[in-house]
């Protein structure tokens, strides 16, 4: 059963950069839609940044041109760079495909404060 695996969560100062990886366990996946979310304490998931087979790539107002999200099919790994970070962006980022169709991984934890 294909299983993401999330990493490169961390604490970083407001303004700082994180990357985080998505890696699947199971079986290989196509890096095509595929998607970052994140839920942070009190709120529901949401999609912060997606990415088709076309490698077209889509991202709420709320990360635009903060975070990229990138993936590499010899890898069967898919990033998600974020640059700018707020305190608000502290959530736990998870990967799944776009929909979610897989069980989700356990998450990376992205905590920005100072």
């Known amino acids: 059963q294909v299983q993401p695996v999330e990493s490169g969560g961390g604490l970083v100062q407001p303004g700082g950069s994180l990357s985080l990886s998505c890696a699947t366990s199971g079986r290989r996946f196509s890096i095509g839609g595929m998607g970052w979310y994140r839920q942070a304490p009190g709120k529901q998931r949401e999609l912060v940044a997606r990415?088709?087979?076309?490698?077209?790539?889509n991202y709420p107002d709320s990360v635009k041109g903060r975070f990229t999200i990138s993936g590499d099919n010899a890898k069967n790994t898919v990033y998600l760079q974020m640059n700018s970070l707020k305190p608000e962006d502290t959530a736990v980022y998870y990967c799944n495909t776009y929909p979610p169709t897989v069980p989700w991984g356990q998450g990376t934890q992205v905590t920005v404060s100072s």
């Open positions: 990415i088709s087979s076309g490698g077209t790539t």
